[in-house]
């Protein structure tokens, strides 16, 4: 089984907000948007990177960032997936729809960053704002003033 592969291998736990894709139809459907890691269990480079990638996502997913999922693909197991996305190394990050390569530190803040970058085209800073109903609360009741001091 594939996902017992990803935890053997101790990369991502259970409950974890990196969603294991088995296929082309995990990558292609549901969000508009996708961060996936294409990793291998044994690289040593995954191995370290999984924890800031895991941390990623959580920044990502409390963000509620619009329409977009983290992801990873394990390539061992899903080589053929691999393969239709031209990955060469370990781990590689690429932003789906738009195949844009993340080149950048393998940590979480830059990582963050850079997806928020992207993204910023598709969902404006006012959207963000849209998004949360605004809530007319009543001013608050006034008590008359005695002139003690309770």
Same mark, same amino acid.
């Given at each position: 089984m594939l996902s017992s592969a990803i935890?053997?291998?101790?990369?991502?736990?259970?409950g974890s /907000?990196?969603?294991l894709f088995?296929?082309?139809a995990d990558l292609a459907y549901g969000a508009d948007h996708t961060v996936v890691e294409f990793f291998a269990p044994w690289c040593g480079h995954c191995q370290r990177f999984? /924890?800031?990638y895991e941390s990623a996502a959580e920044q990502l997913t409390t963000e509620h960032v619009p329409s977009l999922t983290v992801a990873a693909v394990d390539c061992a197991a899903e080589p053929e997936l691999c393969g239709t996305y031209s990955v060469s190394s370990y781990p590689t990050i690429i932003l789906l729809p738009e195949k844009q390569h993340y080149d950048g530190?393998?940590?979480a803040e830059p990582l963050v960053a850079w997806v928020r970058k992207q993204l910023a085209s598709f969902y404006p800073a006012d959207a963000a704002a849209e998004a949360v109903p605004?809530?007319?609360? /009543?001013p608050l009741a006034r008590r008359p003033h005695t002139g003690t001091v309770a």
């Open positions: 935890f053997v291998a101790g990369l991502y736990k259970a /907000p990196v969603k088995r296929n082309e999984a /924890p800031a530190a393998k940590e605004s809530v007319d609360l /009543p």
